[in-house]
């Protein structure tokens, strides 16, 4: 079945660390996005990729860094410069218009939850 | 940059209507989304509107009106299953991307 995968699902991290957090895609869409989600708040925008090899920096991109390098993947990194991490971290991807898709239609992954100790 | 409000809560009864407001501030807009999360879970895209007017889906229909930057989700038949929170999310467009800027979400009870 076609869709969004993230790994790991629970991620627990001791302060100074850095993490990578995966999403694959097998939906063949180019475009590609990162969530971050806090408790009782909305989704807030870190990194988006249109493309393989070029990524954007969103809303709240400090202290995350992505790479683009297939487009099938588009990881993150939690790096330690990012003071407050403990979150649920969403991914997402979009369909093309010509290929039927709504330019707001986004597929997610079912998350991964970083807590730092 | 973009802003988005919604109510934080809603209640209804099983069975109900249901009506959840979006305004929403932005440049470069394309359209408006909803999208559905149920605790702990991924968002699940419900309805789109590029235009003005009224879109159906089932039990659930979306309204539009660029002129004010304001739409609205409509939920009918009320489910317990449709206890979740619903965000509205702008796509404007920037550069040649479409970027989805999300709202803070409402809640939705809906109580038996």
């Known amino acids: 079945d076609g869709g969004i995968t993230q790994s790991p699902k629970y991620l627990f991290r001791k302060e100074g660390q850095n993490v990578t957090l995966s999403c694959e895609q097998n939906?063949?869409?180019?475009?590609m996005y990162w969530y971050r989600q806090d408790p009782g708040q909305g989704l807030r925008l870190i990194y988006y990729s249109q493309i393989v090899n070029d990524f954007q920096k969103g809303d709240i991109a400090e202290g995350y860094s992505v790479s683009r390098e297939k487009k099938e993947s588009f990881p993150l990194t939690v790096t330690s410069a990012q003071k407050n991490p403990t979150a649920f971290y969403l991914c997402?991807?979009?369909?093309?218009?010509?290929?039927?898709?709504?330019?707001?239609?986004?597929?997610f992954g079912e998350g991964s939850r970083l807590t730092v100790l | 940059g973009q802003s988005l409000e919604q109510p934080s809560e809603v209640t209804a009864v099983e069975g109900a209507i249901v009506q959840i407001n979006c305004t929403y501030q932005?440049?470069?807009?394309?359209?408006l989304s909803w999208y559905q999360q149920h605790d702990g879970g991924a968002p699940t895209f419900l309805s789109y509107?590029?235009?003005?007017g009224l879109e159906e889906t089932g039990r659930f229909s979306s309204f539009l009106s660029r002129s004010d930057s304001y739409g609205y989700l409509l939920l009918q038949e009320l489910q317990m299953k449709d206890s979740a929170s619903y965000f509205c999310?702008?796509?404007?467009?920037?550069?040649?991307?479409?970027?989805?800027?999300f709202g803070r979400g409402t809640s939705l009870i809906v109580h038996p």
């Open positions: 932005t440049s470069g807009f394309y359209g």
């Open positions: 509107n590029a235009l003005d």
């Open positions: 997402a991807s979009r369909s093309p218009a010509h290929a039927g898709g709504f330019p707001g239609e986004l597929f």
């Open positions: 999310a702008v796509s404007a467009e920037s550069g040649g991307s479409y970027i989805p800027t």
């Open positions: 939906l063949n869409h180019d475009a």
